[in-house]
């Protein structure tokens, strides 16, 4: 039986691996946000164009999420939430997700640049380079702040959405940037308190590993109160009309208050951290309506 | 060595199965590509003679 398997030759990896390397579930945030920014903008796009600088964003997304699984493979075969993942299971080998994540970069810049404009090819470049060597290869192993700084990353598609449309990059998308920049901590702290274990195992640093629990409460309670001004600042700055201005408050005054009630609880043994696990699927929510918010709120004014 | 065939024929047919799928995932990206380019450079040209 075993010479059998060795003389066989491997199955090629299916199409729905190479899907699954995309991380489709993280890339429908990412396209949301790419075209919540793109029609936050003054200026009006063709919709085809549109369709293709959103189409960009995806691929871009895509290609730098099968990059750092083809980087990852190690660490993703540690941790339950991964390992099932193409190349922990070993459906695909390694070599294939390099060549597939560096082609579909290609493809997405190079389409950027012909359909779209250099500003927003220029903004998708380094969003993708910034995930893979920044927050993939650089950070993610060495410190607890990984996603702190590699958090920029994922902070990119309202910018370059909104350049797709205008060319050029104003203060209302870097608002929108620094929404997700600040965003993004409290919503992986969230969820790092719940799956502590699996990081720890894997030999991730992330901060309830390296710094402790008390700590990082503390500092999802710290991070929501900037990403909560950075959420309201623009309806007060003229930005934005009172439909997102309102929306904005509410929907920051609930964050302020889960992330107030993780940050001054302390969890018990045999925890189910419902709190915790509250904040996550609500950072989730808030991100989609605030972003919603935004177009609405065009839209009507 | 019946057994061995057997198990040989059925890979190769298992191999054959999953080229026709990606080939045929292919062929359809590439329609959809082409139909893309094209409609992107009559937008362009619009634009162009609208501009």
Request: proline content about 8%.
């Given at each position: 039986m075993s010479t059998v398997s060795a003389l066989s030759p491997a199955l090629p990896a299916d199409w729905r691996d190479f899907l699954a390397l995309t991380k489709p579930r993280v890339m429908t945030l990412v396209v949301f946000t790419g075209l919540c920014g793109m029609l936050a903008a003054p200026v009006p796009i063709h919709p085809v164009l549109g369709f293709t600088a959103i189409?960009?964003?995806?691929?871009?997304?895509?290609?730098?999420?099968?990059?750092?699984?083809?980087?990852?493979s190690d660490l993703d075969a540690k941790m339950k939430r991964t390992q099932r993942r193409p190349l922990p299971a070993g459906r695909m080998e390694r070599q294939s997700a390099l060549h597939f994540g560096v082609g579909l970069a290609v493809f997405s810049l190079v389409l950027m640049y012909f359909a779209i404009n250099l500003v927003a090819t220029i903004i998708l470049a380094v969003s993708i380079l910034f995930y893979v060597f920044v927050y993939t290869i650089w950070l993610k192993r060495r410190t607890p702040q990984n996603i702190v700084i590699g958090?920029?990353?994922?902070?990119?598609?309202?910018?370059?959405?909104?350049?797709?449309?205008?060319?050029?990059?104003?203060?209302?998308?870097?608002?929108?940037?620094?929404?997700?920049?600040?965003?993004?901590?409290?919503?992986?702290?969230?969820?790092?308190?719940?799956?502590?274990?699996?990081?720890?195992?894997?030999?991730?640093?992330?901060?309830?590993?390296?710094?402790?629990?008390?700590?990082?409460?503390?500092?999802?309670?710290?991070?929501?109160?900037?990403?909560?001004?950075?959420?309201?600042?623009?309806?007060?700055?003229?930005?934005?009309?009172?439909?997102?201005?309102?929306?904005?408050?509410?929907?920051?005054?609930?964050?302020?208050?889960?992330?107030?009630?993780?940050?001054?609880r302390t969890s018990q043994p045999d925890d189910k951290m419902a709190p915790e696990k509250t904040l996550f699927k609500y950072s989730i929510l808030y991100l989609f309506v605030v972003f919603g918010a935004l177009v609405v709120d065009r839209w009507v004014s | 060595m019946t057994e061995q065939n057997n198990i040989s024929a059925e890979t190769t047919d298992a191999i054959r199965a999953r080229q026709r799928s990606r080939a045929r995932i292919m062929a359809v990206l590439l329609g959809v590509f082409v139909i893309l380019v094209f409609a992107i450079s009559i937008v362009k040209i619009q634009i162009a003679h609208s501009g």
């Open positions: 189409l960009c964003i995806a691929l871009g997304a895509g290609a730098a999420g099968a990059l750092n699984q083809w980087y990852e958090g920029a990353a994922g902070a990119f598609p309202p910018l370059i959405g909104w350049a797709a449309a205008t060319g050029d990059v104003a203060t209302l998308p870097i608002l929108l940037f620094l929404l997700i920049f600040l965003w993004t901590p409290p919503h992986f702290w969230a969820l790092a308190l719940f799956v502590k274990t699996d990081y720890a195992n894997a030999g991730v640093p992330m901060l309830p590993v390296v710094s402790g629990e008390r700590t990082t409460r503390h500092q999802i309670g710290l991070y929501s109160i900037p990403m909560a001004v950075a959420g309201i600042a623009p309806w007060p700055l003229g930005l934005t009309g009172p439909v997102y201005g309102v929306v904005a408050v509410v929907l920051n005054a609930v964050f302020l208050v889960l992330a107030a009630r993780i940050a001054l | -």
